[in-house]
């Protein structure tokens, strides 16, 4: 077995470093990083290249990979906040996806950003550096970069006319957690939405705004009832709702119905007796809280997965086929029940 020599602590393996471990030449070595040593490498010095690359921590770089060939095997994922809890199960299944494609995965974050990420990505395809993006729940601007690169992308959850998506069905999940309230006896719903400038939440707001229509429930929704992620915005605006007497809400995210949670169990509200909440994502993290959180499932797993199939489909020259719709169920657990007016 080798016994390859450390590298510089704080430093990255190079290429010249497998083949001056491995006594070969750096020829030889991309051959066999790039799987193209069949015939041009004997097996067991590729073997010896590989086991000293996999000593050594060497992974080719994919940009002059990208470079050298023409093509590229990096995707990118595009996400609102790429630290949000819901975007780390969905990055692991991606990566196993792509893994097993022989692709890679790199990710670009909107929030902050909502200028240039478009220019971001359309620049990374065009040089070759990124084969392609999965984007989640943005909007392509009219005049985008990206409509030039149509082939390589694929929507989640808000599709873009004639371009390939994965929707998730928000209309029968409103319809469902509408249903479910309505019936426990709500006749006003609130709703606690995400304050960012996605088309996402907009669209799982009119969603809901046509399902309570339908069910003859009211809807309401504040300005002062809007609120990003972090724990303090979303504290603030979670007091304001409770300030207002709601007993039902609905939320834009789990993130958001758990700040409202946890904000009424320190004011003494008690969930749900008399207040009713809904999440939305089913992060992990809902089953942690007492009562557990009553939420819409968002399959994480299985979004990546198809999303991943489709582009890499796509990537392969395969002609697009209909939008792909997937079940987005509600899951109902102990936050929610009848209005107090009902109780007795």
Known sequence: MPNPRSTHPGTSATATDVAREAGVSQS??????SGKANGRVADVTAQRVRDVAAALGYQ???????LRSGTSSLL????LDASHPFYGPVLAAADDAVRDAGLSLSMIQTRGHERTWEQRLAGG????????????????APASPLRA????????EIPEPGLRSILLDTAQAMAAVVGHLADLGHRE????????????????????????GQRGVSLRAEPSWRATFDVETATAAAGRLLAAGVGAVVCDDDLLALSLHRTAAERGVRVPDELSIVGFGDLDMARLVHPQ??????PADEIARAAVQVLTQARAGAPPTADRTLSTPLVVRGSTGPPAARRG
């Open 189 to 212: 719903i609130a709703y606690f939405a995400a304050d960012y400038p996605s088309a996402v939440f907009a669209r799982r707001f009119r969603r809901c705004a046509d399902a309570a």
């Open 125 to 140: 395809i065009s040089s070759g550096y990124l084969a392609g993006g999965i984007i989640f729940g943005e909007r392509l």
């Open 28 to 33: 030889a070595v991309s051959l066999v990083m």
């Open 60 to 66: 080719p770089n994919a940009a002059a990979r990208a």
């Open 149 to 156: 690169w149509a082939d390589r992308l694929v929507f989640v």
């Open 76 to 79: 990118a994922l595009v996400v």
């Open 293 to 298: 959180l009553t939420t819409v499932r968002l």
